[in-house]
């Protein structure tokens, strides 16, 4: 089973400043990686698939990169809307699993 | 619209059977792939399991075998995820999920039921 890792547990950030959230597989998963963001109380939201491409009506200020075990989220600049937990998952094998996830706070 | 609909809320007693749904609508539901995962109060999210309705294929993660049975009833367009005992441990959400792509599991999660709160408690 592949073990993912995130980076930082917390990020607090101000609104409009730059966040980067890591995501480190114990294995190659090539770029079969996807983002998910989930507020309060909601379900989980894809943002980005396959390691850089946004999903349907996903923000230009969300990217992701990397390939093999090294990946990375960036959202340019913090909207009060995108305050919220990160998770990274894999889809290179079956079991899929998620990382322990990120929160974004406000500072 | 494309949706996956689950009811609201459980509340069992340790020992008992549950059965809860997630029904899909808006697509052809025997050409998706279902995903169940587990989110634990104030925790994660976790890949419990997924299934294929069109044949009832089903994949389960190591950690969920044998503790959870995932089925589909293509003919109502509804998977289930099941407990034949609860323990107060299964507390917890339970969301379905649906690939963006027909036919393969392997694809980026971007339909989500708004899950099923399960509480067992004595």
């Known amino acids: 089973e592949i073990v993912l890792t995130q980076s930082p547990a917390t990020l607090s950030l101000s609104p409009g400043e730059r966040a980067t959230l890591s995501c480190r597989a114990s294995?190659?998963?090539?770029?079969?990686l996807a983002w998910y963001q989930q507020k309060p109380g909601q379900a989980p939201s894809l943002l980005i698939y396959?390691?850089?491409n946004r999903a349907t009506g996903i923000p230009a200020r969300f990217s992701g990169s990397g390939s093999g075990t090294d990946f990375t989220l960036t959202i340019s600049s913090l909207e009060p809307e995108d305050f919220a937990d990160y998770y990274c998952?894999?889809?290179?094998?079956?079991?899929?699993?998620f990382g322990p996830g990120t929160k974004v706070d406000i500072k | 619209e494309v949706q996956l609909v689950q009811y609201g809320a459980e509340v069992k007693k340790p020992g008992e059977f549950l059965k809860i749904s997630c029904k899909g609508s808006?697509?052809?539901?025997?050409?998706?792939?279902i995903g169940w995962v587990r989110q634990m109060p104030g925790k994660g999210l976790e890949w419990m399991g997924i299934?294929?309705?069109?044949?009832?294929?089903?994949r389960y993660s190591p950690s969920f075998q044998g503790q959870v049975t995932i089925s589909a009833d293509k003919s109502i367009s509804t998977a289930y995820l099941q407990w034949s005992s609860l323990k107060a441990s299964d507390t917890a959400m339970y969301y379905c999920?649906?690939?963006?792509?027909?036919?393969?599991?392997?694809?980026?999660?971007?339909?989500w039921g708004q899950g099923t709160m399960v509480t067992v408690s004595s």
């Open positions: 999920a649906r690939p963006g792509s027909a036919g393969t599991y392997r694809d980026g999660f971007d339909i």
């Open positions: 808006g697509y052809s539901f025997t050409s998706y792939w």
């Open positions: 299934i294929y309705p069109g044949d009832s294929d089903t």
């Open positions: 294995q190659s998963v090539s770029r079969y």
């Open positions: 396959d390691a850089s």
């Open positions: 998952q894999h889809r290179s094998n079956w079991p899929f699993t």
